[in-house]
C-alpha cells in the first residue's frame, strides 16, 4: 500500500457529488501534479484529504501510512504527516508566525520543542525558503500579500516536515520571482527531506520549476487521464477542451 | 450594536466604521449618564458626607437598572442582611482595624498575585487592611501609600481637599452605602517630579462568603509624577452564600503627570456582587492609560470614567471582558473631554461564554468649550455560546463644533475556517480556539505593557475557555 491511497473516493458537499469515484495513490519522494479545469473537484479533494467538516465521504477511503483516515478528525490527519497549503491561508491575528510554528510542532511532540532546535530548524527554513527573518515576528498572515501568505505556507511546511503535502494552487496569483521560490522550496524539500507532494494547479508554469514525475487529469470529479511529464505539454498545446471531447466520446464527462 | 445568542437577530458586523459627527445629541438607546460634574467631596467633612451618604442609604432600594426592555442589571437578589444597617454599630463612624494590619497577605491573596518587583503594595481583606508595604527609599522622598482611614487622620489637608472630588454618594443605595460605610481603603500620593518605575499594587480580596466590603481608593499624582498603579480584585471560591464589594476609587493626574493604571478583576466562583465607581481625573498636560481587565463576578456593575479636564490632556482607555457561566457584567465607560485640546483612545474588547450576559456602555461626551478634541471608541465582541448574550452600545454626545469624534466596532464568533486551518497544522479544537480568543484579545492585552500582567490574564482566560469547552463545542455544532 502506497503512503496515500485514495481509493474509489465519492465526496458530496451541499447535497451535490462533486468527487465521483477518485482513485490515486502518493508515496514519499514522489511528486504528482493534479491538474484540471475550474470546477472539476481539485480544491475538493484537497479539503477532504485533510478531513475538511462541509466534505462529506460518501465511498470510498482514504489511508494514510496503513490507517484508515477517512474519518479521522483534521489535526490528526496533521499529526500523522499530511499537510496542506492553503489555496486562500486564513489570517491568524494576534499570533506571530514563530509562535504559531512552535505551538504546531509541539503539537506533534510529547514534550515542547527545545528553543534552541527550534531557532535552528527556524534558521534553515528562513534561508531554504529565502525568507526575511522578521518576516516570523509578524502576525500571521495578517495583512500578508498574497506572495507572503505562499511564503508562509511553504515556511511551516518546511517546518513540520510532512511525508505527503498537498499543495492546493500555491501557484495561483503569485508573480514570477514568489512563484520561483515557493517551486524551488517545494523541490528542495522534496531533495532534502523526501518529501511526497501532490501540486494541484491548472496552469503548467509551476511545473517548469518543479518536475512531478506523475501528473494526473481531473474532470468532472473524476480522474480521466494519467501519465508522466508528457501530459503536461499536450495540456498545453491542445487544452482542457479537447481531453474532454475524447472523454465525453467515452461517457466519462459532461460535455 | 447589538446581538443576542438567542432570539434576537445580530447586528452586521463591521458596522459604523466611523460616524461623521456634529453638534448635537446621537446617542442610541443607552442607559447610563456620565458623572460630569463636581463630586459630593466640596468642602464637607468626612463625617458630613457620611451623614449625608447614611440618609440616602436609608431611603432607597436596591438598585435595577432598565434599558427599554431589553436589558436589565438587578441587585434585588442581593440579600439586605449583608449590607451594614443604620443599627449596625459600624454604621458612620470609622472602624477602628489598626490591630488586623500585622495579619499579613493571606496564601489566597499571594497565590493569586504575581510576585514582581513593586514599589509597594497595599491589601484590605474583607473589611479591613490587613497589610502595607512601602519602598523606603520612596517613603523618604514623599510617596505615601497608607490606608484611606489614616490619610483621613494624618494627612488631613490632602484628604480634604481631593475625596470625593468628583464622585458623588447618593446615586443608588450601593453608592450610598460605600460612602456611609467605607472602612480601609486606600490612599497613595505621589508628589511632584517622582517618577517611579515599578507598580503600586493595590488589593481588595473577599475571604468568602458573607463579606460586604466597601473599598475606597484615592491617589493623587503629583505635578511631572509618572507612577503606575495595578489594582487586583479577587475573592476565595466559596459554594453557598453572597458577598458583596462596593467600592470607589478616584485617581486625580496634576499637570504633566503620566500614570498606567491597570485593573486584574476575578471575584472566582462565589455569587460575588459588584458595583463599584470609577472615575481618574486628567490634568493639563497629563496622560493617563487606564485597561480594566473584567475577568469575573456574579453580578457586576462598573462605571468608569475617564475625564480630561484641563486643556491639553490625552489619555488612552482600553478594557477587556470575559464572562462565563451564569455572570451578569453590566460596564458603563466614559471618554469626557470637559476641555479642549484634548486626545482620547478608546479600544475595549469582550467575550462571552456559558449563559452569561455582558453589556458594554461606552460613551464619548464632550462638553461645551472642549474645543479641538480628538477622539475614538471602538468596541469588539467575539460570541462563543448560543445562550451568551453581549450587547455593545457605543454613544456619542458632542457639544462642540471643532471636533472629531467617532465610533466602531465588531460583533464576531468563532470563524471555522480559522480553526480548520490550524487543524491542519495538527493543532486540536480547544487549542485552536485558544489561539483565536487571545489573538482577539492580544490588541488590547499587548497594550498591558507588563508581562506579568499579561501572563496573569492569559492564564485567566485559558481557564475560562477550558472550563466552557463543550459550551463552545455545542455552539460550532448548532451552527
Not at chain 1, 479521522?72 to 491568524?92: C, D, N, W
Request: glycine share 10%.
Amino acid at each position: 500500500m502506497a503512503d496515500l491511497e485514495i481509493k474509489n473516493l465519492h465526496v458530496r458537499t451541499e447535497d451535490r457529488e462533486i468527487l465521483r469515484g477518485v482513485d490515486l495513490s502518493i508515496d514519499r519522494g514522489e511528486i504528482h501534479a493534479l491538474m484540471g479545469p475550474n470546477g472539476s473537484g481539485k480544491s475538493t479533494l484537497a479539503n477532504t484529504l485533510l478531513g475538511h467538516p462541509s466534505y462529506e465521504v460518501t465511498e470510498g477511503s482514504i489511508h494514510f501510512k496503513g490507517q484508515d483516515i477517512t474519518e479521522a478528525e483534521p489535526h490528526e490527519r496533521a499529526k500523522s504527516g499530511l499537510f496542506l497549503a492553503f489555496q486562500y491561508p486564513v489570517s491568524i491575528p494576534g499570533v506571530s508566525v514563530a509562535n504559531f510554528l512552535r505551538m504546531a510542532i509541539n503539537a506533534k511532540r510529547d514534550e515542547p520543542i527545545r528553543v534552541k532546535e527550534f531557532g535552528q530548524q527556524l534558521q534553515h527554513a528562513i534561508e531554504l525558503l529565502d525568507v526575511d527573518r522578521a518576516f516570523t515576528s509578524r502576525h500571521l498572515n495578517d495583512g500578508f500579500s498574497g506572495g507572503e501568505k505562499k511564503r508562509a505556507e511553504i515556511l511551516q511546511m518546511a517546518m513540520l516536515s510532512p511525508d505527503v503535502a498537498i499543495l492546493d494552487e500555491t501557484d495561483s496569483g503569485l508573480d514570477i520571482d514568489a512563484l520561483r521560490t515557493v517551486a524551488e522550496g517545494v523541490q528542495r524539500l522534496h531533495d532534502e527531506q523526501g518529501l511526497g507532494a501532490l501540486i494541484i494547479t491548472h496552469y503548467q508554469r509551476i511545473l517548469h520549476y518543479v518536475k512531478p514525475q506523475f501528473v494526473h487529469i481531473l474532470m468532472d470529479g473524476r480522474i480521466v487521464l494519467e501519465g508522466g511529464v508528457e501530459l503536461v505539454e499536450r495540456l498545453e498545446r491542445e487544452g482542457y477542451d479537447q481531453i474532454r471531447q475524447e472523454f465525453a466520446q467515452q461517457g466519462e464527462v459532461a460535455l | 450594536m447589538s446581538v443576542a445568542g438567542n432570539g434576537a437577530q445580530p447586528a452586521p458586523s463591521g458596522s459604523s466604521g466611523g460616524v461623521a459627527v456634529k453638534p448635537g445629541r446621537h446617542r442610541e438607546a443607552s442607559l447610563y449618564h456620565a458623572l460630569a460634574g463636581a463630586g459630593a467631596g466640596g468642602g464637607r467633612t468626612l463625617a458630613e458626607l457620611r451623614a449625608a451618604a447614611l440618609e440616602a442609604f436609608e431611603h432607597s432600594e436596591l438598585p435595577v437598572w432598565r434599558r427599554s426592555g431589553f436589558w436589565t442589571t438587578s441587585f434585588t437578589e442581593l440579600d439586605e442582611e449583608l449590607l451594614v444597617t443604620p443599627e449596625h454599630p459600624d454604621a458612620g463612624r470609622l472602624v477602628d482595624a489598626t490591630h488586623m494590619r500585622a495579619q499579613g497577605v493571606p496564601d489566597f491573596v499571594a497565590d493569586a498575585i504575581p510576585d514582581r518587583p513593586r514599589a509597594g503594595r497595599i491589601v484590605q481583606l474583607d473589611e479591613s487592611v490587613v497589610y502595607v508595604e512601602l519602598d523606603p527609599a520612596l517613603a523618604e522622598r514623599g510617596v505615601i501609600l497608607c490606608p484611606l482611614e489614616d490619610a483621613a487622620r494624618e494627612h488631613t489637608a490632602l484628604f480634604e481637599e481631593w475625596y470625593s472630588k468628583r464622585l458623588t454618594i447618593d446615586r443608588h443605595k450601593l453608592e450610598a452605602a460605600n460612602a456611609a460605610f467605607w472602612s480601609g481603603g486606600a490612599f497613595l500620593y505621589v508628589p511632584d517630579g517622582l517618577v517611579v518605575e515599578d507598580p503600586f499594587e493595590i488589593v481588595y480580596a473577599i475571604s468568602g462568603a458573607g463579606v460586604a466590603q466597601y473599598g475606597r481608593t484615592l491617589v493623587l499624582g503629583g505635578k511631572n509624577s509618572a507612577f503606575k498603579v495595578h489594582e487586583h480584585d479577587l475573592a476565595e471560591d466559596f459554594e453557598e452564600g453572597q458577598s458583596l464589594h462596593a467600592s470607589a476609587f478616584e485617581l486625580y493626574l496634576q499637570d504633566n503627570a503620566r500614570c498606567r493604571l491597570a485593573q486584574v478583576q476575578d471575584w472566582g466562583s462565589g455569587d460575588v456582587f459588584d458595583a463599584s465607581t470609577r472615575f481618574v481625573g486628567v490634568g493639563r498636560d497629563a496622560y493617563c492609560h487606564w485597561l480594566p481587565a473584567l475577568l469575573g463576578g456574579h453580578l457586576v456593575r462598573h462605571h468608569l470614567e475617564l475625564a480630561v479636564s484641563e486643556p491639553s490632556g490625552d489619555m488612552a482607555f482600553r478594557g477587556l471582558f470575559f464572562t462565563e457561566a451564569q455572570e451578569h457584567l453590566d460596564t458603563f465607560a466614559v471618554d469626557l473631554h470637559e476641555t479642549g485640546p484634548s486626545g482620547g483612545d478608546v479600544h475595549w474588547r469582550g467575550a462571552a461564554t456559558g449563559q452569561s450576559r455582558a453589556s458594554f456602555e461606552g460613551l464619548i461626551q464632550i462638553d461645551p468649550g472642549a474645543q479641538k478634541t480628538h477622539t475614538y471608541l471602538q468596541i469588539h465582541t467575539l460570541m462563543l455560546s448560543p445562550k451568551a448574550r453581549l450587547d455593545a452600545i457605543p454613544s456619542v454626545l458632542v457639544s462642540a463644533d471643532d471636533v472629531s469624534a467617532s465610533h466602531g466596532g465588531t460583533v464576531g464568533e468563532l470563524d471555522e475556517a480559522s480553526i480548520f486551518y490550524m487543524a491542519s497544522r495538527g493543532l486540536d479544537r480547544p487549542s485552536a480556539v485558544r489561539l483565536l480568543v487571545e489573538g482577539f484579545f492580544e490588541p488590547v492585552l499587548s497594550q498591558l505593557e507588563d508581562e506579568p500582567l499579561e501572563e496573569l490574564v492569559r492564564g485567566k482566560i485559558a481557564a475560562k475557555l477550558a472550563a466552557a469547552r463543550e459550551d463552545i463545542e455545542a455552539y460550532a455544532e448548532a451552527r
